[in-house]
């Protein structure tokens, strides 16, 4: 592993070593929520969610707001997919659905104050791009109607090249939008063909030049390993393809292949994947190759140029987990539209009812379609907030968390700080007189170090297996 | 006495005043032991008031008098054209009811903050007890005066006073309040809606939130959730128009507890 060039890093950058990943690199949440949404009840319900709204609007600052929305269609399935979605390639459909999210927003925005401003708002799915260029537009004004937008506001979505022309793109940016995401996942013909997700280089470049001529923040791309037919030399064409493209962020996934989980799923045939040796020798390809093309590592899957705004989040300690990944802003309430979005409102989690007849029922019947949440207690704060810190900072000052949440942290955590020893010996942390600090040979353990700290996941815990491998 | 015991609640473990977790805090410990045990007698200790639930109305008639011992409680009056006007907050130890002594009539309404308790004292068995007991008129008219000097501050306030001054003197008004009653004057929970707080000072929610952010960034106090944490207590009371600490009442308090 030697490097032929080197540069300044901003950021400490991860060591890869085979005999940790065998011994840390289990299966774990990606604790873009603490708790999990496994921990979701169904007793929640709707009067958990308006209470939650209510209060936020109490605080004598009430946080500023995220918007979710979730656009649950494809035009066709991709075999990876463990989102929630509808394959159609109905026309109308479309129209139907945003008819039905202005009843979801008119619901929801006369409960959040006027005075709080939108500072995020992300198109997800599904795919956000299903969606005419017209009815994006359509979309985004509703939004705009129901809520008052802050000046500098991050508007984002994802696009899959093969549902947009470059000229919707130039139309993105003048509703709005500064950041896109373009889903590439790999752009090796075979493995494209596996997953039913078939786009050439091509579409993805023009769709890449279109978004940098009419000047996004930042232009995203996520990649995913670990699919079928996928080889090291294979997988490295895409990661130079991408490299020379150049985009302020890459995303690197992990593809879980969970079948009982998610149907899509199925259609993958088991012996194309490959094997864990392979997989893990992808990875570490990829890693030691954008470290080289100087990305900087964030956190778990994400990588990001010197100059894009997630490595000065890190840097600053500002850099947030949401249910969207790592996010430049944290302490935003997060309101989410759509089938089985889920909403974060101060201590309350909400999740809409995943199925799209049942949703649009519900709020034709003008009821919020919240299916499950929890309301955080005291433990699940405190926890919550030494997870994110592991995860977005990659160091807990004891010291802090014992005096804002009062309580003797050593004592408190007794159990978990004995179950970190064995990791501190393995040289994935150190100890500091506050607290600890995770070393560049632990950086990819992130999620292994949090989970210590997971009071519904012990060591022994039944439900690992609905996990994806940390690494 | 035994039969007047026997009307308490059932299930209410604390059947002494000596016994009560708020003890340290309540007049009560301040009056002799005698006048402790005519309490004893004629104190009721209520079912917790759940969060807006309300525990008189205005213009009902005066039955008791009552301290606060956990959660918090919001006094309010009606305008002629039927707004709630907020005219205060009662905090653990404070006692609700004085100002309708004179005309044994609630001026006003009262409702919980949050999920509150109380002990309610009849209102002839405490004219009674003020009576006999010369100290319970003083700790009274001690109370009396404290209220007086919080309305005498808002008439001020809502009167002439810039934003970030009145909500300084807000902040300022409820340390001074915890810090009488010995809990920690510097962190404290503000467990009133941000609603209440702007009606209270004359202001809109928006400007309540934006002051209290410019203090944020100013650090001179940090605020996550209802937690209010004070950094620069001078800073504040200069935002006040008030003098820098050493005059203050969190020093009397102490002395006043170190005299005793």
Redesign the interface.
Same mark, same amino acid.
């Given at each position: 592993m030697v490097r032929s060039v080197v540069f300044m890093s901003k950021l400490m950058r991860p060591s890869f070593d085979q005999d940790l990943i065998d011994r840390h690199g289990g299966p774990g949440p990606s604790y873009t929520s603490y708790p999990t949404t496994l921990q979701f009840s169904d007793d929640y319900g709707a009067e958990g969610y308006k209470r939650a709204m209510a209060e936020s609007?109490?605080? =004598?600052? =009430?946080s500023d707001l995220s918007l979710y929305v979730h656009v649950p269609f494809c035009t066709s399935p991709c075999f990876y997919c463990a989102c929630n979605r509808v394959v159609t390639r109905s026309n109308s459909i479309g129209d139907h659905f945003l008819d039905t999210l202005e009843l979801e927003l008119g619901l929801v925005a006369p409960r959040i %104050?006027a %005075?709080r401003k939108v500072e995020q708002l992300h198109l997800g799915g599904g795919t956000p791009t299903f969606l005419s260029v017209q009815q994006l537009g359509r979309l985004t004004d509703s939004l705009r109607r129901h809520f008052s937008f802050s000046y500098d506001a991050e508007l984002s979505l994802e696009i899959d090249p093969r549902t947009i022309r470059p000229g919707g793109v130039f139309d993105l940016h003048s509703m709005g939008y500064n950041r896109i995401s373009i889903g590439v996942q790999d752009l090796e013909p075979d493995v494209q063909k596996a997953v039913n997700r078939v786009h050439d280089l091509s579409m993805v470049s023009s769709i890449y030049g279109a978004g940098r001529a009419v000047g996004f923040d930042s232009i995203s791309m996520d990649l995913i390993y670990g699919l079928p037919l996928q080889t090291t030399a294979g997988f490295a064409r895409t990661i130079e393809s991408v490299i020379k493209l150049r985009p302020d962020r890459i995303a690197l996934f992990n593809y879980a292949h969970l079948p009982h989980v998610f149907k899509a799923q199925r259609q993958i045939s088991e012996e194309q994947i490959p094997t864990p040796a392979t997989r893990l020798a992808i990875f570490r390809n990829s890693l030691v190759r954008l470290l080289d093309a100087g990305y900087e590592f964030i956190g778990m899957d994400h990588f990001a140029l010197p100059n894009d705004s997630l490595v000065k989040a890190r840097q600053d300690g500002t850099l947030a987990r949401n249910f969207q990944g790592y996010s430049t802003h944290g302490g935003l309430d997060m309101l989410s539209f759509g089938p089985s979005a889920i909403s974060q409102v101060?201590d309350s989690f909400a999740q809409n009812t995943r199925d799209l007849d049942a949703w649009t029922i519900s709020l034709k019947e003008k009821r919020l379609p919240t299916a499950r949440g929890l309301d955080r207690n005291t433990d699940d704060r405190l926890r919550a907030e030494i997870i994110e810190q592991i995860m977005c900072q990659g160091q807990l000052d004891h010291r802090e968390i014992g005096r804002f949440f009062e309580l003797h942290f050593d004592r408190y955590f007794e159990t978990e700080l004995a179950a970190l020893d064995g990791m501190a010996s393995d040289g994935l942390l150190v100890r500091n007189p506050n607290g600890f600090k995770v070393t560049p040979s632990g950086l990819l353990f992130l999620r292994a170090i949090a989970k210590q700290f997971d009071a519904y996941l012990g060591p022994a815990a039944e439900n690992s297996h609905r996990f994806s491998r940390i690494v | 006495m035994s039969k007047r015991k026997d009307l308490r609640e059932a299930g209410d473990i604390e059947t002494r005043c000596e016994d009560c977790s708020l003890y340290s805090l309540c007049f009560a410990q301040e009056i002799s032991s005698d006048d402790r045990d005519d309490l004893n007698d004629v104190l009721k200790r209520q079912q917790p008031l759940a969060k807006s639930e309300h525990m008189f109305h205005g213009g009902q008639q005066l039955k008791t008098v009552t301290v606060v011992r956990s959660g918090s409680v919001k006094s309010y009056q009606i305008s002629p054209d039927g707004d709630e006007i907020v005219s205060g907050f009662y905090l653990p130890g404070e006692v609700i009811g004085l100002d309708g002594l004179s005309a044994e009539k609630h001026p006003g309404f009262a409702v919980a903050l949050e999920d509150s308790r109380t002990c309610d004292i009849p209102f002839h068995d405490f004219m009674a007890m003020l009576d006999k007991s010369p100290k319970l008129n003083q700790i009274m008219l001690r109370l009396l005066a404290e209220e007086m000097t919080e309305t005498r501050e808002l008439l001020l306030v809502v009167g002439r006073l810039d934003a970030k001054t009145r909500v300084a003197l807000f902040l300022l008004s409820m340390s001074r309040r915890l810090a009488r009653r010995k809990q920690d004057p510097d962190q404290f929970r503000l467990t009133m809606d941000r609603r209440d707080i702007a009606n209270y000072l004359g202001l809109t929610i928006e400007t309540v939130s934006r002051t209290v952010s410019a203090l944020q960034r100013d650090k001179i106090i940090t605020v996550r959730g209802k937690m209010v944490h004070i950094l620069d207590r001078d800073g504040l009371r200069e935002h006040a128009h008030q003098l820098p600490e050493g005059d203050d009442d969190t020093s009397q308090s102490t002395s006043r507890q170190a005299g005793r």
């Open positions: 609007n109490s605080l =004598p600052i =009430p %104050d %005075d101060g | -």
